[in-house]
């Protein structure tokens, strides 16, 4: 319910901002395209805001039943090991606390209690965590059971190799860190060039172009047609630099997110970072230099 009211609040929001940039766009008077642009992405972002914020949260959510699945593994290693069986094991474990798995644990401890066999609980609680790891961890317990192997022994592997995933994703972002932020230097360079090629390289070449017929004049041109063909209005580059811009950060902190998560899913946040940076940098720095 909280998630629906932040959404319609965002959603009015940036309507409202939208409205309001509207205003500076068609009335002559106070027309400007800087302010109109300027107000215009903050209302998209902040229409957008909640939704962003909203994976953010889903995607902490699943990185922490993983981590919280290997302390649940362990522990029902270790309570196997002490001579407990499996179901009685889960059981036990209800109470504990597990972060955001609680819920599936307890779930999966309640189905058991009412006669669910512990295959088809495991393959449930599975599922319902919607986490790759755990799924391919539940799928490599139920399988080996099958084959008739020993449970003390498959949960054992199957703890060793959820530990050694969740290692490897650890060393993997700590790899991937540094290139990261490289990526947000390179952005934010990449959006000082446009601002400086619109505000002071585009302006120049305005009037060299715009230079009149009797000085620069091409001889025998019809007219008297200038070098740059009449001028070249720097204002007419505005929305296509800031659209580069955009999206050059929407798809850089896809690449971003795959990279250091290996999921283009956790690029959402960058991308949004990074469009943000671009709307208010972008057009900010021409309404202050303006």
Not at 13 to 32: A, C, D, H, R, T
Not at 193 to 214: C, D, F, K, R
Not at 231 to 255: H, K, R
Request: hydrophobic share 50%; no cysteine; proline share 3%.
């Amino acid at each position: 319910m909280e998630l629906k009211k932040e959404i319609l609040f965002g959603i009015v929001g940036g309507i409202l901002i939208i409205g309001l940039s509207l205003v500076f766009y068609l009335i002559p008077e106070i027309k400007n395209t800087n302010i109109f642009y300027f107000l215009f992405g903050v209302g998209i972002l902040i229409i957008f805001l909640p939704f962003v914020i909203n994976s953010i949260l889903q995607s902490k959510e699943e990185k922490e039943k993983d981590e919280m699945f290997l302390e649940f593994a362990r522990s029902l290693v270790e309570s196997v090991d002490s001579g407990t069986p499996i179901s009685k094991s889960i059981v036990n474990m209800k109470a504990k606390n597990f972060g955001s798995l609680s819920p599936h644990i307890e779930k999966l401890a309640n189905q058991i209690e009412l006669g669910i066999p512990v295959k088809e609980a495991l393959e449930t609680f599975a599922y319902d965590t919607n986490s790759r790891t755990i799924i391919r961890a539940i799928t490599l317990i139920r399988e080996a059971e099958k084959t008739g192997g020993n449970i003390n022994t498959i949960l054992e592997s199957v703890a060793s190799s959820v530990s050694e995933i969740e290692k490897l994703k650890s060393e993997r972002r700590a790899a991937i860190s540094s290139i990261v932020v490289e990526g947000y230097i390179i952005f934010f360079i990449f959006i000082i060039i446009m601002i400086v090629m619109e505000i002071q390289i585009l302006p120049m070449t305005a009037n060299i172009s715009g230079l009149s017929g009797s000085s620069a004049a091409i001889p025998g041109a019809p007219g008297g047609i200038g070098l740059g063909g009449g001028g070249v209005n720097p204002a007419e580059f505005s929305f296509a630099f800031l659209a580069l811009l955009v999206t050059q950060g929407l798809f850089a902190g896809l690449v971003i997110g795959k990279l250091a998560e290996g999921s283009v899913k956790y690029g959402i946040k960058h991308s949004f970072i990074m469009v943000a940076m671009a709307v208010l940098i972008s057009t900010g720095a021409k309404i202050i230099l303006a």
